[in-house]
């Protein structure tokens, strides 16, 4: 069923230079060959996608629903074929791509309802008042829009949820825009499997050939010519910093620029207040390693940072992570890539002259594996080098010592913005944490507690987002319901015949969406 | 009551360089002397604003409605010298300053009665779901919260609704943003006087100083400086095209690149569908003239552009606009470099050879007068000559003869972004609109039938705002309620303990915001 191909709407393709996938797991490669999509390829897909633009955003919210539900559908129809692949190309457990999986679907069934309930429309209404003085109101309605055709990178560290029918795509679709996926070289079976899925939910729902298109690739250039292309209007990024701001770079110096939404590193600050570390210390060591060494360390909440004051508790802490790190197994990282760089970043940190190795993994582990690691220093060492507030992506983190609660204040107003914050408490850290709460509000888009970060449940009020550079933009969350809003933009229609109106602005309201008139809701 | 200060928070400075207003329709300065803000200056007002944040931005939303409320009374409270000054400096009749003076304590006004209702908290929460298998949910609470200090550039055009309180200035505080504002030196007078008004409010309220600064100046440098300044998160402007860019540039390159939200240029396309033109060509020339005219031709939305189908009707059309114009009276531009610009946008069009000149006032006017003007031009030569679609500010606007409805969709397909494209149509009409609709809506933020652009109503359903280059971000609007979602970004809080939330997350919502729990609609 894995052909290399590329989709260019319901055209499956096979040209342009081959690559393989590799099982990082054993470093060896994977058949069949894939095509990488070349530029006519970009350009045709991006043209199809401005060409079904106007078809598949007017459709009826339950009809894009539908679709969203079929294509949930169809990936379950994949079956094994999909888990078995995507563990060999990404030396993932199986019970987490089986997991993976179900988030996947689970995103597309979600926004499929939001759509049903019809306020991501945004309807507002003010009708005319023609007998206001001194001048009449003309009657004015306005709603959200999708904005055009949405180009999404999948990333490496989850090949179904943030991939080719991730979060962006879902989202992006939802929305309205056509989507055309740039699929990851990490990957490249299991993302032609989800794109031969969505595009049998595209021709199941009768859609336009363009409202889906999948073009794999290694090369830098193909990822540029896509968000270059004119017909594109936004891009959904998860990925390195680097990454993501080379896109961002391209999209700026656009004729017409796009936004780039840009998910791209985080180090996820974790802080022990006092009483909770007094009160457990043992025990959250434990945990800390469970969270920290989850997926290989390969979440971008991963917790990188830990800060608490120095003392006896502390030191329990470290002693209770180093004894569980010992037993935390290395397991393969998803490249050979972020393997290497995972080392250098490990690397860094050991020949640091502030900073002390707390603990390790006992083995080393096998082809591409990563040695989880846990290091530590004080405050003012991490304050003096901002290299060391640097995501070391892996199962790497960094303890760091504060003399104060104050001096841990310093250290969140210094840190970059952050996707998340988590602070453990007991009652007695209060009054600690009603200090600090608005400074860390300052820089992370979601503020835990008593929790980890590395759990990202799919929501309503979920923001998988936060301010630069954990996220380009840090008015955008890329999980939830909210993530839709990334792709909508609003018309006002003034004085236009009722008949000619987009259907949610029309007095009869015949997708019965709820609406805000001169200010107050009302469905009718 | 001016003095030419600076306002650095509460202190009203005297240092600097020193400029004058300059009354457009005599050439003459005004006194006093005005100090232009420094570089020192700058710096302290944005961490002035910082400081202020924390408080100012996490206040109930009635006592920040309080404030704003208080801003629209002492701007009321300036009495007569507002207007007096505003007129000399502005060149614009007292009658329109009047008129925008209560457009903007309107807009105050409004956005307190938004913040009362609560919805733009935009507050979701997904309760806690400890039984859940196979893993429990965490309790997930969500609402947006103001971004930071932002910075707000005055405009030329509106002296006061677009100027230092307004609509970008109301929105930002509304969101619970400080505001520093840089003021146009076109008018310093009148920013001077408005400033102190939002500056006795802040006061009277028992606001931190730093919630409002009001920084004046002629120069580029120190705009830049104001964006560049590391407390600033989000720029409002409204202005020219080259003065939008500059700022996105200095926003982008930023080590922490911030949004700029600029409404900078648009040409305002004007259907004449043949039912329409047929019907009504004589009203609708000598009503066309009259909305390009106004304001001298200064405002965002002047239709620049009319697109027709060749004919009699058209002809009809030309003669009766040729009418009204040889009668329409020169009035003083804004300044005299705006008034050089038009001059030299008029040159270039009476120059070019494929464009005819239709006809122009009788008079050329006093002192910095613009001389109305209307030309025409074939849609082939206008889908040849870019040039011909950049934005002449002033009153002068082009007429485009199509030889079809096709010819003027492909017109259309060719527009750059706009904030405005208004249609005039009849019943016979409606088919052919049908189909344009669609391509109208990708290019402009409000589409207006049987009217014209220059109106901009200040409601919930406006959307002032389009596809670029009409402004930066054309998800976004800044007029209207809905500017206020430029200034807010989304936090998540999961599983804080009640009496740490924000108020509008609590359990007994003290607030009494509208809320969404799992997806659907409650106030408690």
Redesign the interface.
Known sequence: MISGSVFVGASEEQSGDKFRGVNPATGETLSPDFCAATGDQVARACKLADEA??VFS?LAPPDRAAFLERAADEIMALGDELIERSTAESGLPRARLEGERGRTVGQLRMFA??LK?GEWL?V???PAMPDRDP?P??D???RH?A??PVAVFGASNFPLAFSVAGGDTASGLAAGCPVVVKGHPAHPGTGELVARALRTAVAACGLPDGVFSYLPGPSNELGAALVSDPHIRAVGFTGSRPGGLAL?RVA?ARP??I?VFAEMSSINPVLLLPGALAARADALGEAFVGSLTLGSGQFCTNPGLVLALRGEALDRFLASAAKALEGAPPTPMLTAGIHDSYGGGVATLDAHKDVTAVGRSAETGGVNCAQPALYSCTAKAFLSDPALGAEVFGPASLVVACDSLDEMAAMIEGLE?QLTATVH?EDDD?SA??EL??KL??K????????WPT?V?V?????H?G???AT????S?SVG??AIERF??????????D??LPPPLRNANPWNV?R?V??D?KRT
């Open positions: 633009f106007p007017a309802a939001h309930k945004h507002a209404i003010n001048l109101r003309a004015l309605r306005r829009v904005v055009g961002m700026s017409v620029p936004p913005g408490l209060k944490l009603a709460l608005p509000e300052r992370a888009g979601r503020i835990l507690a008593n929790g759990g449940e929501c309503d009020a979920m923001v987002g301010p630069y550079p380009s933009d840090g008015q969350t319901t909210l909508l933009r609003p018309v006002c229609f003034q004085d236009i015949p008949d000619l709820p805000h001169d200010g809701p």
